[in-house]
């Protein structure tokens, strides 16, 4: 197991990415479920299609999600200050999601830690991007786990 200080971050550097499965209607459906928002164009094949599109999709924040997991399995929940995405592409039924992030760079923080800002890419297994974002996290002096 290493471990991750400001010391060992740098402007430029990419944490290791990770792709999530294919998603399917039932992730979409559980989702929803959990969401609360049981819109028809995440569940009803008939539906979508009679409105112009070739499938049911997912909701963007099922992919937000997923990135937010992402990005604080490896700097920490406890040290998000802030997480932003703007959606690009829908996600369709089979499609997988390989998130990255990359370092943008690194200030002092006022009390005593560093601010890392990071860039956020969700692409789509076509190498187009479903989400893109940015983050930023305080780290002290003390070292997390990766």
Not at 19 to 33: E, I, L, N, S
Not at 46 to 54: C, H, I, T
Not at 93 to 99: F, R, V
Request: a negative charge.
């Amino acid at each position: 197991m290493s471990t991750i200080t400001p010391l060992t971050l740098a402007a430029g550097q990419e944490a290791e990415p990770r792709t999530f499965a294919p998603m399917t209607r039932t992730d979409y459906v559980k989702y929803q479920g959990a969401s609360g928002d049981f819109h028809p164009l995440h569940h009803d094949e008939v539906y979508a299609q009679s409105v112009g599109f070739p499938s049911v999709f997912s909701v963007g924040m099922l992919q937000a999600g997923m990135l937010a997991t992402y990005v604080t399995d490896w700097l920490g929940v406890e040290q998000i200050r802030q997480f932003k995405v703007r959606f690009v592409d829908q996600m369709w039924p089979g499609d997988e999601l390989t998130c990255s992030a990359t370092v943008a760079g690194i200030t002092d923080e006022p009390g005593g830690g560093k601010r890392v800002k990071l860039e956020l890419k969700a692409l789509r297994q076509t190498g187009n991007p479903a989400l893109l974002g940015t983050a930023e996290f305080v780290l002290d002096e003390g070292a997390l786990a990766a």
